[in-house]
């Protein structure tokens, strides 16, 4: 089991950046393809980024050009900056661990209109 806790989320107008942080205990971290994943209410949780063992990352079309994954193998970190953010990216946001399945218990990201 990982246990993974994100941080970062918050309000900001529509526009603005954040970025948040997905930190991994244990040692397995850099075995392990990693995504965010977020959840808008009344919706299904949507897929935003992944990022493989490697470092190559893949983004749907909705976040593609605006949101950059990355992750710091030796600090067990894994980050999304988020830029130029609209009202419909308002949900909360997930890490999670694509070798162990866990999920991080989510940080809420409020845009402002």
């Known amino acids: 089991q990982v246990v993974l806790m994100e941080s970062g989320g918050g309000l900001v107008q529509a526009g603005g950046s954040l970025r948040l942080s997905c930190a991994a205990s244990?040692?397995?971290?850099?075995?392990?393809?990693m995504a965010w994943y977020r959840q808008a209410p009344g919706k299904e949780r949507e897929l935003i980024a992944t990022?493989?063992?490697?470092?190559?990352?893949s983004y749907p079309a909705s976040v593609k050009g605006r949101f950059t994954i990355a992750r710091d193998n030796a600090k067990n970190m894994m980050c999304l900056q988020m830029n130029n953010l609209k009202p419909e990216d308002t949900a909360v946001y997930y890490c999670r661990s694509l070798r162990s399945g866990d999920w991080g218990q989510g940080t809420q990201v409020t845009v402002s209109s």
């Open positions: 990022i493989s063992i490697g470092g190559d990352r």
């Open positions: 244990g040692n397995s971290f850099s075995l392990s393809a």
